[in-house]
């Protein structure tokens, strides 16, 4: 089978690669571009707070292509009333994406695991977990895995005022920029709850709102088996898939990733991370 080539960030700046990416139109629905490697609005949630949303198809976005040269400062993004949720790609492309962490117990070995199968994937990481394990942000930066703000503590934003809304997520940013070397561009809404607040933000700090596709239930500690069912029985072209390295046991989810990434990478299925356009 013909692996993904992937480039580390030490050695993209070396060989001066290019950073591919899109970037929307204000207000218009789009999806994700990546790379390969690998109103008020509520996501499909995840979590014992989150609340029933829309069905999943009411966030499936149209697909958009298109790639350009990378210079120096990626594109505002607008202001959306909608995550991203979609991406597009060649064949069998889906993104991996871990919430909550990082977690010393369980995210060292996750990105063992994918680097053992050179794949990349997004990490939304809380900030006062960043805070205390700035070395596994180093360590994702190192691996080529992309760093997304999924606020501070980790709360309802929905039930916060618009101060306390940009405090969470305006000292993540900080802190991931010390930590990672680069401010995040992507943002997730803590269980899927997202409102114009939030959506207006996260576009004021540089970043694009991100939902999921599948969600692996793994926050439910349903078993190994089940989450790897969940997991296999949802990949599909373009489709990101949630789960957890942190907020609780996530052990069952170090062990369905062990198990469904080989599985998924013998049927085809490439892996991908977004990348923002560039000017």
Not at 24 to 37: D, F, H, I, K
Not at 48 to 56: D, E, F, I, L
Not at 135 to 153: I, P, S
Not at 154 to 167: A, G
């Amino acid at each position: 089978m013909e692996k993904d080539q992937l480039l580390t960030r030490r050695q993209a700046l070396t060989a001066g690669a290019a950073v591919l990416g899109v970037a929307g139109v204000a207000g218009t629905a789009r999806v994700l571009t990546c790379e390969p490697a690998g109103s008020r609005v509520r996501a499909p949630a995840a979590g014992p707070q989150a609340r029933a949303g829309r069905k999943p198809s009411a966030y499936r976005l149209l697909p958009l292509t298109g790639d350009g040269p990378a210079s120096s400062r990626p594109l505002r993004p607008p202001v959306r009333r909608e995550p991203l949720l979609h991406v597009p790609g060649r064949g069998r492309t889906m993104v991996l994406t871990f919430d909550d962490g990082p977690d010393p117990r369980y995210t060292p070995t996750i990105l063992k695991t994918l680097r053992k199968h050179d794949v990349r994937a997004m990490f939304f990481v809380c900030g006062r977990l960043v805070a205390a394990n700035k070395n596994l942000l180093a360590e994702m930066a190192d691996d080529g895995h992309v760093v997304g703000n999924h606020t501070w503590t980790h709360p309802l934003l929905t039930q916060l005022r618009r101060s306390q809304i940009r405090s969470e997520i305006e000292r993540t940013c900080d802190v991931i920029e010390d930590a990672y070397g680069e401010r995040p561009l992507w943002f997730r809404a803590p269980y899927g709850a997202w409102n114009r607040a939030t959506f207006q933000i996260g576009a004021d700090l540089g970043m694009e709102p991100v939902a999921w596709t599948v969600d692996s239930l793994d926050w439910t500690t349903p078993g190994t088996r089940s989450i790897v069912h969940r997991v296999e029985h949802g990949a599909a072209p373009g489709v990101i898939v949630l789960s957890h390295d942190a907020g609780g046991d996530r052990s069952q989810t170090v062990r369905a990733l062990r198990d469904y990434l080989p599985q998924l990478l013998d049927r085809g299925y490439h892996f991908t991370v977004p990348r923002r356009r560039y000017t």
